[in-house]
């Protein structure tokens, strides 16, 4: 049978393969006689069937992201090397995706690769401006701080999303208990008792006939309905993630929502600027800041528009300043700021506090949606109970009226 081992070697550093034994003993030996100390021993169609798995349920998140930075940019200032930083959190972490990822970190780097490749190869989970200031931080040989950066802008990141889904919390668990109990009533309440109506001969007023109506509709068809909503919103959500143009449309109706609109224009212009800052003060070239930068704007306007800055001002002789103000996407403040901080040469610190202020700025913005939102959607599900309550009890109270 194979079995693969995790195992330390006499230097200290990590190691895994695999090996074909008759059992655990002859792989212990095995490893002793080659002076390695076991980690961890299991069977092949164990791991096999583990990876199976938790390719559904194992991925990186932003807290681990968060953990690797800051961990590298600590053991970097301490003086301790690249492998030694790998091999002990190699140890520490028990999440496989993580672990497998920092196996090939090793791999590439005993390899003489450069260290941002096993990122590259990563895409799903590292963003374009991830790879670039560790290729940025690796050729400079800055990665401590390059590291220290990143973990204060993943952290920063995490926070704001955060605080956006603790704002969003009451309001969406308010819609969704309204969404059940009105299903709930409409779709099982309503037939039985629009039911015993009919039963009685009793006709009800043309109000309650419509409501009762609608039950008897939503209970026949519920499962069609059901499977229809979700076919819609997957079909929705699909072209959202693959197709540009659909994404740009929906992003523009979106925009044009009062106080949605503004906050998610508030979100891209944060992630903008921000990235903007960390890019260009990592020392790369100001095209390819831009660039890079378009492809994490999450706003289809914002990307096109930087794309443009790029290709068709910069490129083209453009001062910076003068590439921002022919893009009507940005805000007046941002292409002024632009124009005179590049003739100061602090074009990096101005979009950093640019990026400070629209944080504060979606802050503020969510405080007013909740509050906005909350006495909204208590008045819609109050309606909408009230015209179910009212549906049952005129016709009741006229039938009781008759005897």
Same mark, same amino acid.
């Given at each position: 049978m194979k079995f693969h081992y995790i195992a330390s070697q006499q230097n200290g550093r990590m190691t895994e393969g695999e090996i074909e034994a008759q059992g655990v003993a002859e792989v212990l030996e095995f490893l002793s006689s080659r002076g390695m100390k076991p980690i961890s021993l299991r069977k092949e169609e164990l791991i096999e069937n583990k990876k199976k798995f938790q390719l559904f349920k194992s991925s990186i998140s932003i807290v681990d992201k968060i953990f690797l930075t800051k961990y590298l940019s600590l053991m970097l200032k301490i003086g301790t090397d690249l492998f030694s930083a790998i091999d002990i959190l190699i140890a520490d972490f028990n999440k496989p995706a993580m672990k497998s990822l920092l196996f090939e970190i090793r791999?590439?780097?005993?390899?003489?690769?450069?260290?941002?490749?096993?990122?590259?190869?990563?895409?799903?989970?590292?963003?374009?401006?991830?790879?670039?200031?560790?290729?940025?931080?690796?050729?400079?040989?800055?990665?401590?701080?390059?590291?220290?950066?990143?973990?204060?802008?993943?952290?920063?990141?995490?926070?704001?999303?955060?605080?956006?889904?603790?704002?969003?919390?009451?309001?969406?668990?308010?819609?969704?208990?309204?969404?059940?109990? $009105?299903?709930?009533?409409?779709?099982?309440?309503?037939?039985?008792?629009?039911?015993?109506?009919?039963?009685?001969?009793?006709?009800?007023?043309?109000?309650?006939?419509?409501?009762?109506?609608?039950?008897?509709?939503?209970?026949?068809?519920?499962?069609? $309905?059901?499977?229809? $909503?979700?076919?819609?919103?997957?079909?929705?959500?699909?072209?959202?993630?693959?197709?540009?143009?659909?994404?740009?449309?929906?992003?523009?109706?979106?925009?044009?929502?009062?106080?949605?609109?503004?906050?998610?224009?508030?979100?891209?212009?944060?992630?903008?600027?921000?990235?903007?800052?960390?890019?260009?003060?990592?020392?790369?070239?100001?095209?390819?800041?831009?660039?890079?930068?378009?492809?994490?704007?999450?706003?289809?306007?914002?990307?096109?528009?930087? $794309?443009r800055v790029t290709r068709e001002g910069i490129t083209k002789g453009l001062t910076i300043g003068e590439a921002f103000k022919k893009e009507a996407v940005f805000p007046r403040i941002i292409s002024s700021l632009v124009a005179i901080s590049e003739k100061s040469g602090n074009l990096g610190s101005i979009f950093h506090t640019l990026s400070e202020f629209y944080e504060s700025e979606i802050k503020a913005s969510l405080k007013t949606l909740v509050s906005f939102l909350e006495p909204i959607l208590l008045m819609f599900i109050g309606l909408a109970i009230g015209i179910i309550a009212l549906a049952i009890i005129i016709p009741v109270y006229q039938l009781v009226g008759q005897f």
């Open positions: 791999e590439n780097l005993e390899k003489g690769q450069p260290f941002f490749l096993a990122f590259a190869r990563h895409p799903k989970y590292f963003s374009s401006v991830f790879i670039s200031l560790v290729k940025a931080g690796e050729s400079s040989g800055n990665l401590e701080k390059t590291f220290e950066k990143l973990s204060v802008d993943l952290q920063k990141e995490q926070d704001l999303r955060h605080e956006i889904r603790s704002a969003l919390v009451y309001p969406i668990l308010l819609v969704t208990v309204a969404t059940f109990v $009105i299903f709930f009533l409409v779709t099982f309440a309503l037939p039985k008792i629009s039911k015993v109506f009919m039963d009685s001969g009793f006709q009800p007023p043309l109000f309650s006939k419509i409501v009762f109506s609608i039950g008897l509709f939503l209970n026949k068809y519920f499962i069609f $309905i059901i499977i229809f $909503i979700l076919a819609v919103t997957g079909g929705l959500w699909f072209l959202f993630a693959n197709n540009a143009a659909f994404r740009k449309i929906f992003q523009k109706f979106i925009r044009k929502l009062p106080l949605i609109g503004h906050l998610l224009k508030q979100i891209a212009f944060q992630r903008f600027t921000g990235t903007f800052s960390s890019l260009l003060n990592s020392g790369l070239p100001i095209t390819e800041v831009l660039e890079n930068t378009a492809q994490v704007a999450g706003d289809e306007e914002i990307k096109t528009a930087l $794309i």
